[in-house]
């Protein structure tokens, strides 16, 4: 055998092992996949396949396609549901998940007690994870922001910003965090197929009482049901859920003084009004 | 007595061979120990599937599809071969069924999709869908040998018995595929 020995052979053999190489993204996925065979793994009924994914459809595109026939092929046709609901939840996790060194932008839309809120952020994906919050009755939105190093609050109603040091949690920056956490868990459970307004969209029930709705076409989220202590829920529309380049206009975004150019800033902790 | 007693030398023989022997024992009395299984053998079935599917959320579906397939049939499993062989079988027959289904869905056909994968940001985009198209031509045992080897990346000691061959006989036969491949394939940067 000499297949080392000859320069073609290698370099075919070298191809090869590339189609198979290990991903960036292969440690997300088996986590997911880990988290799901945790879920089977916990005593418990198991849900049936909905007729809608089962039966396949030509709008649900290759992917689902994809997962019908898988949904056959692991069962030899027993219709055992749990591998297609895994697949979705995954690609649900997936399309949630940001990549590095972007800006990763989110914009919920709710009402809650009559009153349109709205919480905007912008988030780097990558350390020092600076991010900007606007948060608040539509049109009157207060702001924070935080560039690992140092706080700020905008007041709109006297145009301030306080800067203070010391970063704030990073957590609050990303509205879809417990979402892409509660995915990951390996409890979340695909309820059905839903459309509203027209878009047809997974249901996913997750382990803390949020419910995610995600596109079929390309599983981006597009609604979270958010259940209150008194029983009502708050539906929030996710009217933005993007990536941005780190260009120097959109690195703009993440700072409340770039946004702000005319606010007067006060410092704290020996800092002194500009 | 007589045949237990050949069944006990045999299962011994094979728990002797078979590395993953206590791992799916273990998982036969505590299921949960099947994730010791599953982070052993992730990679290695996601690199076999890699291989012989191009589509990165086909691929990632039949991994996810394999073990899953694996926890709920490893009662079935005898143990009159290595694990690893069954689960490679188990990824061997999702894969064929994906193609299967595909091949009456021509406009899901792999070869047909523009899109570009992670793959062919490192090799060249045409090189990288030529030869993927002549691992598709191959005929599915052939695939089967060249994605152990190549997305499994595991030894002909291991290969050999999967494929009902001796290790020497399994590199004779994947070197016969490469020699056809490298027919078909020229490199321009040799």
Same mark, same amino acid.
């Given at each position: 055998?000499?297949?080392?020995?000859?320069?073609?052979?290698?370099?075919?053999?070298?191809?090869?092992?590339?189609?198979?190489?290990?991903?960036?993204?292969?440690?997300? /996925?088996?986590?997911?996949?880990?988290?799901?065979?945790?879920?089977?793994?916990?005593?418990?009924?198991?849900?049936?396949?909905?007729?809608?994914?089962?039966?396949?459809?030509?709008?649900?595109?290759?992917?689902?396609?994809?997962?019908?026939?898988?949904?056959?092929?692991?069962?030899?046709?027993?219709?055992?549901?749990?591998?297609?609901?895994?697949?979705?939840?995954?690609?649900?996790?997936?399309?949630?998940?940001?990549?590095?060194?972007?800006?990763?932008?989110?914009?919920?839309?709710?009402?809650?007690?009559?009153?349109?809120?709205?919480?905007?952020?912008?988030?780097?994906?990558?350390?020092?994870?600076?991010?900007?919050?606007?948060?608040?009755?539509?049109?009157?939105?207060?702001?924070?922001?935080?560039?690992?190093?140092?706080?700020?609050?905008?007041?709109?109603?006297?145009?301030?910003?306080?800067?203070?040091?010391?970063?704030?949690?990073?957590?609050?920056?990303?509205?879809?965090?417990?979402?892409?956490?509660? /995915?990951?868990?390996?409890?979340?459970?695909?309820?059905?197929?839903?459309?509203?307004?027209?878009?047809?969209?997974?249901?996913?029930?997750?382990?803390?009482?949020?419910?995610?709705?995600?596109?079929?076409?390309?599983?981006?989220?597009?609604?979270?049901?958010?259940?209150?202590?008194?029983?009502?829920?708050?539906?929030?529309?996710?009217?933005?859920?993007?990536?941005?380049?780190?260009?120097?206009?959109?690195?703009?975004?993440?700072?409340?003084?770039?946004?702000?150019?005319?606010?007067?800033?006060?410092?704290?902790?020996?800092?002194?009004?500009? | 007595?007589?045949?237990?007693?050949?069944?006990?030398?045999?299962?011994?023989?094979?728990?002797?061979?078979?590395?993953?022997?206590?791992?799916?024992?273990?998982?036969?009395?505590?299921?949960?120990?099947?994730?010791?299984?599953?982070?052993?053998?992730?990679?290695?079935?996601?690199?076999?599937?890699?291989?012989?599917?191009?589509?990165?959320?086909?691929?990632?579906?039949?991994?996810?599809?394999?073990?899953?397939?694996?926890?709920?049939?490893?009662?079935?499993?005898?143990?009159?071969?290595?694990?690893?062989?069954?689960?490679?079988?188990?990824?061997?027959?999702?894969?064929? #069924?994906?193609?299967?289904?595909?091949?009456?869905?021509?406009?899901?056909?792999?070869?047909?999709?523009?899109?570009?994968?992670?793959?062919?940001?490192?090799?060249?985009?045409?090189?990288?869908?030529?030869?993927?198209?002549?691992?598709? #031509?191959?005929?599915?045992?052939?695939?089967?040998?060249?994605?152990?080897?190549?997305?499994?990346?595991?030894?002909?000691?291991?290969?050999?018995?999967?494929?009902?061959?001796?290790?020497?006989?399994?590199?004779?036969?994947?070197?016969?595929?490469?020699?056809?491949?490298?027919?078909?394939?020229?490199?321009?940067?040799?």
């Amino acid at each position: 055998m000499t297949t080392h020995d000859e320069p073609d052979l290698q370099l075919l053999e070298r191809d090869l092992r590339a189609l198979a190489e290990p991903r960036p993204a292969d440690e997300l /996925l088996r986590i997911a996949m880990r988290g799901e065979l945790t879920s089977r793994l916990r005593p418990g009924p198991r849900r049936r396949l909905s007729m809608r994914i089962a039966a396949g459809s030509a709008a649900l595109g290759a992917v689902a396609a994809a997962l019908a026939a898988l949904a056959l092929v692991g069962t030899n046709g027993t219709g055992e549901p749990s591998a297609a609901d895994a697949a979705i939840i995954h690609h649900a996790l997936r399309a949630v998940s940001p990549p590095p060194n972007e800006i990763l932008h989110v914009r919920l839309v709710g009402v809650q007690n009559g009153v349109t809120v709205v919480a905007e952020t912008w988030r780097q994906t990558s350390r020092p994870y600076a991010f900007r919050v606007a948060k608040g009755e539509a049109g009157h939105q207060g702001e924070f922001a935080d560039n690992g190093k140092t706080s700020f609050v905008y007041d709109p109603g006297t145009n301030t910003v306080s800067e203070s040091p010391g970063p704030r949690s990073p957590a609050f920056a990303d509205p879809i965090w417990q979402v892409r956490q509660e /995915l990951a868990s390996g409890r979340a459970q695909l309820a059905g197929t839903v459309v509203i307004h027209g878009t047809a969209l997974y249901k996913i029930d997750l382990p803390h009482g949020l419910v995610g709705f995600f596109a079929e076409r390309n599983y981006h989220p597009w609604y979270l049901d958010d259940p209150q202590r008194d029983g009502s829920v708050i539906r929030l529309r996710v009217a933005a859920y993007e990536y941005l380049p780190m260009t120097p206009t959109n690195r703009a975004l993440l700072s409340v003084t770039a946004q702000h150019p005319a606010a007067r800033i006060e410092r704290s902790a020996g800092g002194g009004a500009k | 007595m007589e045949v237990t007693a050949v069944v006990d030398r045999r299962s011994a023989r094979v728990h002797a061979l078979d590395p993953d022997a206590e791992l799916v024992a273990a998982a036969r009395a505590h299921p949960r120990e099947f994730l010791a299984l599953y982070d052993r053998y992730f990679e290695r079935v996601l690199g076999y599937v890699r291989l012989r599917i191009r589509d990165a959320a086909t691929c990632e579906d039949v991994t996810s599809q394999v073990f899953t397939t694996a926890l709920e049939q490893l009662s079935r499993f005898r143990g009159d071969g290595s694990f690893a062989g069954w689960l490679f079988r188990i990824a061997g027959n999702a894969v064929h #069924d994906v193609h299967r289904r595909r091949a009456a869905e021509p406009l899901i056909d792999d070869r047909a999709d523009p899109s570009p994968s992670p793959e062919e940001l490192v090799l060249a985009r045409e090189r990288v869908h030529r030869l993927r198209v002549l691992i598709t #031509d191959l005929r599915a045992e052939q695939q089967h040998l060249l994605a152990l080897r190549y997305g499994a990346g595991l030894a002909f000691e291991e290969i050999g018995p999967m494929v009902g061959a001796s290790p020497g006989t399994a590199r004779v036969r994947l070197h016969r595929i490469l020699e056809e491949l490298r027919r078909r394939y020229p490199h321009d940067d040799a």
